[in-house]
Nanobody, 127 residues
Framework: QVQLVESGGGLVQAGGSLRLSCAAS????????MGWFRQAPGKEREFVAA????????YYADSVKGRFTISTDNAKNMVFLQMNSLKPEDAAVYYC????????????????????WGQGTQVTVSS
């Protein structure tokens, strides 16, 4: 199993920045991809960004490209999401998730591909 703990959420004004962190523990050697998803009230969960364990591959939702940056610190088994130029529509609960190795074809933008999830951290953006 893999345990995930997110941190870094909070209240920020539109145009501001936040940095989310996610610490993984347990079977971290089996992690293939780490991703961030978000869910706003009344809306479905949506993909935000994903990064391969090596950090060599990154993927972003169109809505956050150029504003958000995902990164990883393998030594500490952590993944980060730097969020700049935040907009009110970015407000949501942000979830960290991991996708374990062992599959040949995965779609990192699909939440159902991920094996473990964190408890989420709230991001609120005031206009």
């Amino acid at each position: 199993q893999v345990q995930l703990v997110e941190s870094g959420g909070g209240l920020v004004q539109a145009g501001g920045s936040l940095r989310l962190s996610c610490a993984a523990s347990g079977r971290t050697s089996s992690i293939y991809f780490m991703g961030w998803f978000r869910q706003a009230p009344g809306k479905e969960r949506e993909f935000v960004a994903a990064i391969s364990r090596s950090g060599s591959s990154t993927y972003y939702a169109d809505s956050v490209k150029g504003r958000f940056t995902i990164s990883t610190d393998n030594a500490k088994n952590m993944v980060f999401l730097q969020m700049n130029s935040l907009k009110p529509e970015d407000a949501a609960v942000y979830y960290c998730a991991v996708l374990l190795s062992g599959r040949t074809k995965v779609s990192v933008k699909r939440g159902y591909e991920y094996d473990y999830w964190g408890q989420g951290t709230q991001v609120t953006v005031s206009s």
